[in-house]
């Protein structure tokens, strides 16, 4: 099968031609604890009150991709943005690995399946569909793939702690944005799937094969369950992403 289909053509073998950890330099300034945070805006809000510490960037042909330190956090903990996207994403979290981050969660928006699940809802997606093509490069095929056991116990732990209203879902994680149809995301609801996402299927694969510890939460924002998208708001909510990157933040302390 794999001769005929390339996406399925698997190799373990280490280390690959280019390697992140010949290529970038561990870096003493980077913590083990990280946090991914798709929400720019809730990064932006940190920059301009002097609570985050430029550590580096990673570079790529978009620009500079800055590593931030929060200041003042024990223990520490980083801060990035990885872009939009599986291939990008899981590209930026090799190189943070390679800095020397061994602990991370993300947070990021996700669209609803489900109409009943109201925009700015915490989800927490214990497993997730891989409808993306990065994360079988990462691990063998398969249907799906999951976080690690202690980051998600942390996110668990966090958001109960805090008394916030939270979902565990299945995701279903896509790379054609554009190519959610009709038919597709019928398939998706009936195979358990509450929410559609971008990055978390191919992020949990580079964890699984890099041995380090990775959760996600996700914002519901969108709803693409219904006969047309609805977006809900989902390019505002900004008290809502500067919440879940808080807590984010403190579910990573935990790992």
């Not at 620009?63 to 223990?75: A, F």
């Amino acid at each position: 099968m794999s001769d005929r289909y390339p996406i399925l053509d698997f190799d373990s073998d280490r280390p690959a031609v280019a390697e992140p950890s010949k290529l970038i330099a561990r870096n003493e300034a980077m913590p083990e604890h990280c946090v991914l945070c798709f929400f720019q805006s809730a990064i932006d809000a940190l920059l301009a009150r002097k609570q985050i510490t430029l550590i580096t960037n990673l570079r790529s042909e978009m620009g500079h991709h800055p590593v931030y330190l929060l200041n003042d956090s024990e223990p520490p903990v980083a801060l990035f943005q990885p872009g939009i996207g599986a291939p990008l994403a899981a590209a930026l979290f090799e190189e943070l690995i390679a800095l020397g981050g061994t602990k991370f969660i993300a947070c990021g928006t996700a669209g609803v399946l489900d109409s009943f699940i109201s925009a700015g809802r915490l989800l927490i997606p214990v497993e997730a569909v891989r409808d993306e093509g990065t994360s079988y490069h990462y691990v063998p095929p398969g249907e799906e793939v999951h976080p690690s056991a202690n980051a998600l116990r942390a996110i668990e732990a966090t958001l109960t702690s805090a008394k916030a209203s939270f979902q565990k879902v299945k995701t279903w994680t896509t790379d054609g944005i554009y190519r959610e149809t009709s038919g597709k995301i019928e398939k998706r609801k009936s195979s358990g799937c509450s929410c559609v996402d971008m990055e978390a299927s191919a992020l949990f694969a580079v964890a699984e094969f890099r041995g380090v510890e990775f959760g996600q939460v996700l914002l519901a924002a969108d709803d693409a369950g219904g006969e047309s998208w609805d977006p809900r708001g989902c390019f505002g909510m900004g008290g809502e992403k500067e919440k879940a990157l808080q807590m984010a933040i403190e579910a990573c302390k935990l790992i």
